[in-house]
């Protein structure tokens, strides 16, 4: 089976832009979060959807956003691009909405100019 | 709050050296789940455990052991006679019900990187 699959792998923008990132879960699975890494340190929870619907939010800007699909897949969009934002970009998929294991995507690596 | 320490930034050792990668961790919740994850240079995270925090018992996967111990909030991870291929980033995480809102959102330690020297 395909674990969680992320486009594109890398990504280079420059200030002001927009990015989108794209995740596809687990087969099965319903529950996407994404996740933020910066380089040397743990990675940050941005947002959890469940069944198309945001189910928790980190301490994020309101730059960020994202949806999930009816076959949930998911994106992650990021509005107005600081250099701040250049960061590993991780997906992560589980069955449900609990405390099940969460399995993670390759990342995107988004480097802001 | 919730907040998980890897107070080990780095750790050198040889090939077939034991290795302990400590973790501590702070939640008012009574039901949580500790996690241990690899990283390797590829970044992609991989899942090596999950332990609820019902369970003290200890566990042992091959060369990788897991000590939890409630009473000092940690959850310690053993590498016996470590290889070359065990070099990675590896972080230490928390789930309880409402971090984010929501349950299971994971909270991370800063990770700890292993490298293993032949």
């Known amino acids: 089976d395909a674990g969680v699959t992320q486009s594109p792998t890398h990504l280079i923008k420059t200030r002001g832009q927009h990015v989108t990132l794209r995740c596809s879960p687990i087969?099965?699975?319903?529950?996407v979060s994404w996740y933020q890494q910066v380089l040397g340190q743990g990675p940050q929870f941005i947002f959890q959807?469940?069944?198309?619907?945001?189910?928790g939010r980190g301490n994020f800007p309101d730059r960020f956003s994202a949806r999930q699909f009816p076959n949930y897949s998911s994106e992650l969009n990021v509005n107005a691009l600081l250099l701040g934002d250049s960061a590993l970009y991780l997906c992560?998929?589980?069955?449900?909405?609990?405390?099940?294991?969460?399995?993670f995507g390759p990342g995107t690596r988004l480097l802001v100019l | 709050a919730q907040k998980v320490t890897q107070a080990q930034t780095e750790i050198s050792v040889v090939e077939k050296e034991d290795v302990t990668l400590d973790c501590v961790y702070e939640?008012?919740?009574?039901?949580?789940?500790l996690f241990w994850y690899k990283q390797p240079p590829s970044g992609e995270l991989v899942f090596l455990i999950r332990?609820?925090?019902?369970?003290?018992q200890n566990e042992i996967s091959g060369r990788y052991s897991w000590n939890f111990q409630k009473s000092t909030s940690s959850f310690n991870f053993t590498i016996t006679a470590s290889q070359v291929v065990d070099s990675a980033v590896y972080f230490c995480?928390?789930?309880?019900?409402?971090?984010?809102?929501?349950?299971?959102?994971?909270?991370f330690g800063k990770g700890t990187k292993l490298s293993v020297k032949p």
């Open positions: 332990r609820n925090s019902f369970d003290e």
């Open positions: 995480a928390l789930s309880d019900t409402n971090y984010g809102g929501s349950q299971g959102n994971l909270i």
């Open positions: 087969s099965g699975h319903k529950s």
């Open positions: 992560a998929s589980r069955l449900g909405q609990h405390q099940e294991t969460q399995y």
């Open positions: 959807y469940y069944e198309k619907e945001e189910r």
């Open positions: 939640t008012r919740d009574t039901t949580y789940y």
